[in-house]
C-alpha cells in the first residue's frame, strides 16, 4: 500500500457525526465539512517510540526474522476539507487496521572507554556514516477483527510470500501449470488438487530427518499444512455437491458404508 492514502481517525468521524454544524439562520445553510485527512506515513510517523513492537514473524535460513511493527484503527478516505461530505471526491470508507512495518534499526557501534589505550596498529575510531541499503516502511489496511492479535496481523502480511513459493515449487513437481481446459470450473478442480498435493508431499517431507545443509523455506511449517489440507479438502466437497446438483444426480446420490 502506497504511503500516501488517505486515512480519518476514529474518535473524529463519530465526533462528526454527532455534533452536526449548526444553522445560524442567514443564508444557504452550510454543508457539512470532513474531518481532517492524514496519510499513513503521517499517521505512522507520528506514533512514539513505545508504540512500536517487535514481533517475531518468522524462522529463516538465517535465523528468526523480527520487524518492528505498529497498528492503528482508522477510516481509509479521500478528499479534502474544501468540499463537502457530500462531494463525489469526499468518501470515507469502513474502520480497519492500519499495520505498519519497518525493519529493526541497526546495532551501535560501542564507542571506546576513554581509560583504554588505542593500540598502534588500530587507527582511532571517526564518526564515519556506513552506506546501509534503504528499506522503506510498508504499510497494510486489513479490515481483521478487533480482537485478533498483532502477531497474527504480521502473520497474514506476509503471508503472500508463501503463495508465491506455492507456485515455484507446485509447477516443476506437482504440474501446476500442465492444465489446457477452457472452463473456470476445470482450473479450479485441477488448482486444488494441485495444491493438496503439494501441501501432502510437504507434510511428508517434513517428517523425514533433514540434511545438516539445508533447511526448510519459512512458509513450510508443521502448523500450517493441516489448515492447507482442511481448505482444499472443503474447496473439493463445495465442487462436487455443485457438481451434483447441477447434473441433477444429487438425487440418486448414496455415499459408500464400509
Known amino acids: 500500500m502506497e504511503s500516501t492514502l488517505g486515512c480519518r481517525l476514529p474518535h473524529q468521524v463519530q465526533e462528526a457525526r454527532l455534533e452536526p454544524t449548526a444553522y445560524q439562520g442567514r443564508g444557504q445553510p452550510c454543508k457539512p465539512r ?5 496519510s499513513v506515513k503521517e499517521l505512522t510517523e507520528a506514533q ?3 508504540a512500536w513492537q517487535t514481533i517475531e514473524w518468522c ?3 538465517k535465523g528468526t526474522m523480527r520487524t518492528q511493527v505498529v497498528a492503528m484503527r482508522v477510516h481509509w478516505a479521500t478528499g479534502s476539507p474544501r468540499h463537502s461530505t457530500s462531494h463525489s471526491r469526499v468518501q470515507t470508507g469502513p474502520e ?27 587507527p582511532p575510531t571517526q564518526n564515519v556514516v556506513e552506506e546501509q541499503e534503504v528499506q522503506e516502511t510498508k504499510y497494510w489496511f486489513s479490515t481483521l477483527p478487533l480482537d485478533i492479535s498483532l502477531e497474527r496481523m504480521v502473520t497474514l502480511a ?3 510470500w508463501v503463495i508465491e513459493q506455492f507456485y515455484e515449487d507446485a509447477k516443476p513437481e506437482c504440474g501446476l501449470d500442465d492444465f489446457q481446459g477452457r472452463h473456470w470450473d476445470g482450473l479450479h478442480r485441477h488448482l486444488a488438487l494441485v495444491m493438496l498435493a503439494d501441501s501432502f508431499l510437504k507434510l511428508q517431507r517434513l517428517q523425514l ?10 512458509s513450510v511449517t508443521p502448523s500450517l499444512l493441516p489448515s ?12 462436487l455437491v455443485l457438481w451434483l446438483i447441477q ?3 444429487i438425487k440418486s446420490f448414496r455415499p459408500r458404508r464400509n
Do not use: C, I, M
Not at 505498519?100 to 596498529?121: F, K, N, T
Open 34 to 38: 470532513p474531518v481532517p485527512l492524514y
Open 48 to 50: 512514539p517510540a513505545s
Open 59 to 61: 524462522q529463516g535460513t
Open 96 to 122: 480497519g487496521w492500519l499495520l505498519a512495518e519497518r525493519p529493526l534499526p541497526p546495532p551501535r557501534p560501542q564507542e571506546p572507554s576513554p581509560d583504554q589505550p588505542l593500540s598502534v596498529d588500530e
Open 158 to 160: 506476509h503471508a503472500r
Open 209 to 218: 530427518p533433514l540434511p545438516a545443509d539445508e533447511n526448510f523455506p519459512p
Open 228 to 239: 492447507v489440507h482442511r481448505q482444499v479438502l472443503l474447496w473439493l466437497f463445495q465442487d
Open 247 to 249: 447434473t441433477d444426480q
